[in-house]
């Protein structure tokens, strides 16, 4: 099993930043990717952005391109989500999630963090 732990939510006016982290722990070799969703009140879980522990490469929704940025460190199983110039809109839960490859349905996602709420005053 992994287990996913989050941390870096909180209430931010719009405009400004916050950096979510995700910690993964227990049979992290089986773990090759690593993700963000968000889920919104109302509304289904989207994928917000990707990394792949082979080669780095990185994926992102469209609509937080040129905002977010998602990092990791391989050897500490930690994945980050930089957020900035951030939007009312961009409030709802974050949730990190491990698996074999990026992809953008979360439903090809075994492993998921507990979630951390991120909220975007206006």
């Known amino acids: 099993q992994v287990q996913l732990v989050e941390s870096g939510g909180g209430l931010v006016q719009a405009g400004g930043s916050l950096r979510l982290s995700c910690a993964a722990s227990g049979r992290t070799f089986s773990i090759y990717a690593m993700v963000w969703f968000r889920q919104a009140p109302g509304k289904e879980r989207e994928f917000v952005a990707g990394i792949s522990w082979s080669g780095g490469n990185t994926y992102y929704a469209e609509s937080v391109k040129g905002r977010f940025a998602i990092s990791g460190d391989n050897a500490k199983n930690t994945v980050y989500l930089q957020m900035n110039s951030l939007k009312p809109e961009d409030t709802a839960v974050y949730y990190c999630?491990?698996?074999?490859?990026?992809?953008?349905?979360?439903?090809?996602?075994?492993?998921w963090g507990q979630g951390t709420q991120v909220t975007v005053s206006s």
């Open positions: 999630a491990a698996g074999r490859t990026v992809t953008f349905t979360q439903y090809e996602y075994r492993y």
